[in-house]
């Protein structure tokens, strides 16, 4: 069975630009999670999607926003880049409803922001 | 803010020794899970203890629990050299609760040849 798999592995951009990144859950995940692991702060919720809406926000600025899509595939956008926003972005899955509890992690995307 | 701390934050050991990790929290919980991550790259589930439970074994992996002192402890047994990587324990993730996972700080472990 194949694992949460996030696209690209690399993304460079400039300050002022936009990132989209994406994901792709374990077959019969309806959840998806984003997390940013920037250098010195841990890793930090960003955002849950569960059957194609938001269902909880991290402390994050607005530009930081994304959409899940009916297949439950998720797509991240951050507009305005920052040179903090520099991390790895990582993606996970679950199942929905109440039979959440472990959630399974992709590879990762990690941006440069330059 | 993170939940809680783990604590060392770096450990360096050789191989075929036994390696312990331990994590706090700060809140009330439902399970306690651990995460392995590899170079910067991808978190791999270990391990989920639930609240009524005080030990689970998972080939060499051996974690405890103690509830009444908000901590849980990860002892890797027989430690091998592809056993480096930074664990992290982490909390939450019911639905109920807002879905999302709060990881403590991590231990870095280093295990020589």
């Known amino acids: 069975e194949a694992g949460v798999t996030q696209s690209p592995t690399h993304l460079i951009k400039t300050r002022g630009q936009q990132a989209t990144l994406r994901c792709s859950p374990i077959s019969g995940h309806t959840s998806v999670y984003w997390y940013q692991q920037a250098l010195g702060l841990g890793l930090q919720f960003l955002l849950w999607y569960d059957e194609g809406e938001e269902r909880n926000r991290g402390n994050f600025p607005p530009r930081f926003s994304g959409r899940q899509f009916p297949n439950y595939s998720s797509e991240l956008n951050v507009n305005a880049l920052e040179l903090e926003d520099s991390a790895l972005y990582l993606c996970a899955s679950s199942f929905g409803g109440s039979r959440t509890d472990t959630q399974y992690f992709g590879p990762g995307t990690r941006l440069t922001v330059l | 803010s993170q939940q809680g701390e783990e604590d060392p934050q770096a450990l360096s050991i050789q191989e075929g020794e036994n390696a312990t990790m331990n994590c706090s929290y700060k809140?009330?919980?439902?399970?306690l899970q651990w995460y392995r991550q590899n170079s910067g790259r991808g978190l791999v589930h270990l391990i989920l203890?639930?609240?009524?439970?005080r030990e689970k074994h998972s080939g060499r992996l051996r974690v405890t629990l103690d509830t009444s002192k908000k901590s849980s402890s990860l002892l890797i047994t027989a430690s091998r050299a592809a056993d480096t990587a930074s664990y992290f324990c982490?909390?939450?993730?019911?639905?109920?609760?807002?879905?999302?996972?709060?990881f403590g700080q991590g231990t870095e472990l280093s295990v020589k040849p």
């Open positions: 809140t009330s919980i439902n399970n």
């Open positions: 982490a909390t939450g993730g019911l639905y109920n609760q807002g879905g999302k996972l709060i």
């Open positions: 203890i639930r609240s009524n439970e």
